[in-house]
């Protein structure tokens, strides 16, 4: 039975990872219970900023803990699962910022040369502007810190020692887009893939950052711009645009085009971006020199 559970290294990779993921959820339902049960708080009907702020917070909050716990159990610095304090809004956040908006603005441009999206103005103005602006800032700053730690963080370290980061990339992305798919109302296969790509594309830029500051640049960017930014609809919404984007812009035509209520993330026109900057990303971005290994970890995949 013991081998079952014990390898060479310690504790199994999977193992290691089942138990973080029950730690992960069972925080999670404890944060939330507190928040509804003990403080009496009521989510909004649809999507409004204090609700992600608190959503966000109280998730990487769990993220947080349930990694604090495995690295004491496993004995390794917390910063091997990489998020590095030292390095906090670093170089690496504001490059993945820069390129989660040119995404975005890349995809309204697009849609707006075939005459799928137009600009009819500001949806709001002076201190509203403003304080929507840095309200929905910080709520997806927070759920692109949840996110990214929670699927690419120490999910992905973890795993990557038991079958190499590549399969653990495919792994993690696959259930990335498989949650979205299975668990928001009116999904299609066109918007479970991109998102399952779009996770790909952020393991990508851990392997070759070696951080997830980037990652979580992009992540928290690209989800501003699209809807906030830009207006863009999202099935968690109802189907709608968020209450508070600061920017009329209307979609029409197709739905492999547009996404229709699902916004951009379903349209056809999200694969090309994708390869655009898979290809970008490789020229950019070289490969990090190999590095020694601590004697407890297990090489993985050639970059």
Not at 196 to 219: E, S, V
Not at 245 to 265: A, F, K, N, Q, V
């Amino acid at each position: 039975m013991k081998a079952i559970f014990v390898g060479p290294q310690g504790i199994r990779a999977g193992w290691r990872f089942a138990t973080f993921v029950f730690l992960l959820f069972g925080f999670s339902k404890l944060f939330f219970w507190l928040l509804t049960v003990l403080f009496h708080y009521q989510e909004h009907v649809g999507w409004f900023p204090t609700d992600f702020l608190l959503d966000g917070l109280l998730s990487f909050g769990a993220a947080l803990l349930a990694a604090w716990i495995m690295s004491r159990i496993e004995r390794r610095p917390f910063h091997e699962y990489g998020l590095s304090w030292n390095t906090m809004f670093g170089k690496h956040f504001w490059q993945g910022v820069l390129w989660g908006f040119a995404a975005s603005l890349l995809m309204v441009i697009l849609l707006g040369l075939f005459g799928a999206a137009s600009f009819e103005g500001l949806a709001l103005h002076g201190q509203a502007f403003l304080k929507s602006a840095l309200l929905w800032a910080a709520a997806f700053l927070l759920l692109g810190f949840a996110e990214e730690f929670a699927y690419r963080g120490y999910s992905q370290v973890t795993l990557a020692e038991g079958m190499g980061f590549w399969r653990a990339a495919l792994l993690l992305s696959a259930i990335f887009g498989a949650v979205h798919y299975f668990f928001k109302p009116m999904e299609n296969w066109m918007d479970g893939l991109s998102v399952g790509l779009f996770g790909l594309f952020w393991c990508f830029t851990l392997r070759r950052t070696g951080t997830l500051w980037f990652a979580i640049g992009f992540h928290a960017m690209s989800d501003y711009a699209d809807m906030v930014l830009f207006a863009q609809p999202n099935t968690g919404n109802n189907g709608q645009s968020l209450t508070g984007h600061l920017l009329d812009i209307s979609y029409h035509g197709p739905e492999w085009l547009t996404g229709g209520p699902r916004g951009t993330e379903a349209s056809g026109l999200e694969f090309v971006i994708l390869a655009l900057m898979f290809l970008a990303f490789a020229r950019v971005y070289p490969k990090l020199e190999a590095r020694p290994m601590a004697p407890a970890q297990k090489p993985s995949d050639a970059q």
